[in-house]
């Protein structure tokens, strides 16, 4: 990995890097857990797929620089929050809402700070839900809180953000006023089409809770049905035996 010019402590960056590297060990590790501990509980996956990343020390230099601190692993540490990233993609907004719920329950993990661009979307139509963490990273000799900025937000959110940032990629921050308008609507279009994806669901999810309960009153009447199909079974049976010893009794007189 190629080390910025300004800084030639080799050994000190790359053990910071390590560092941040772990925490998004750590974070992908609890994430998996509770993603198939809700699957096991409920029969749903409320996480599409998770990436992760390190940013990279000339964009670390960069930062540090553009905010006037010198560049070193102290400051690294203490005003770069999104040295490591992970992002999380959902299916509906509600689960965007109960991962952030479930990671800051989370006994060893500390939340620093969150931005809700779900209820406050940015000018540009941008639209996600931003926590800062501190997860501990435990080495030989010492224990660490690193900081992980986490990114969660549903498919449609993350294909209009994507195609954002290739565009204005290519303008380079600068793109035409007709383009950004283009955009905007795009992000309202986005907005619309997920509160209808979360509305489609949640009736799904209200008829399939409908037809289990159908199923189980069917199921009950259906025991209350066969306990009374064997009640009359016996005392027709004894009808039948009672008649039996009558006709043999009359035949023996």
């Keep these: 990995?190629?080390?910025?010019?300004?800084?030639?402590?080799?050994?000190?960056?790359?053990?910071?890097?390590?560092?941040?590297?772990?925490?998004?060990?750590?974070?992908?590790?609890?994430?998996?857990?509770?993603?198939?501990?809700?699957?096991?509980?409920?029969?749903?996956?409320?996480?599409?797929?998770?990436?992760?990343?390190?940013?990279?020390?000339?964009?670390?230099?960069?930062?540090?620089?553009?905010?006037?601190?010198?560049?070193?692993?102290?400051?690294?540490?203490?005003?770069?929050?999104?040295?490591?990233?992970?992002?999380?993609?959902?299916?509906?907004?509600?689960?965007?809402?109960?991962?952030?719920?479930?990671?800051s329950k989370l006994s060893d993990i500390k939340v620093i700070t969150i931005k809700d661009y779900i209820a406050n979307p940015k000018p540009n139509g941008y639209t996600s839900y931003h926590m800062i963490v501190t997860v501990p990273v435990y080495?030989?000799?010492?224990?660490?809180?690193?900081?992980?900025?986490?990114?969660?937000?549903?498919?449609a959110m993350d294909f209009w953000a994507s195609l954002e940032h290739k565009i204005y990629y290519k303008f380079e921050g600068n793109a035409p006023e007709h383009i950004r308008k283009e955009l905007k609507e795009c992000s309202e279009l986005v907005s619309y089409l997920d509160q209808r994806m979360l509305s489609i669901n949640e009736e799904i999810q209200s008829y399939s809770a409908q037809q289990s309960i159908e199923a189980i009153v069917d199921e009950e009447e259906g025991k209350k049905d066969t306990k009374k199909d064997k009640k009359e079974q016996k005392k027709t049976d004894k009808n039948r035996m009672l008649l039996g010893f009558g006709a043999l009794f009359g035949q023996g007189g």
């Design 139 to 155: 080495l030989s000799s010492v224990t660490i809180d690193i900081k992980v900025e986490i990114q969660i937000r549903t498919i």
């Design 1 to 103: 990995m190629e080390l910025p010019k300004l800084y030639n402590e080799t050994e000190e960056w790359s053990q910071a890097l390590m560092l941040y590297d772990a925490a998004l060990k750590e974070i992908n590790t609890k994430l998996e857990i509770l993603n198939n501990e809700f699957k096991l509980a409920h029969q749903y996956n409320p996480i599409e797929h998770i990436t992760s990343r390190l940013k990279s020390p000339k964009s670390i230099a960069k930062k540090l620089l553009r905010y006037e601190y010198e560049l070193n692993v102290d400051n690294i540490i203490e005003h770069v929050n999104d040295v490591a990233g992970i992002r999380i993609i959902c299916s509906f907004t509600s689960d965007i809402y109960r991962i952030a719920d479930l990671i």
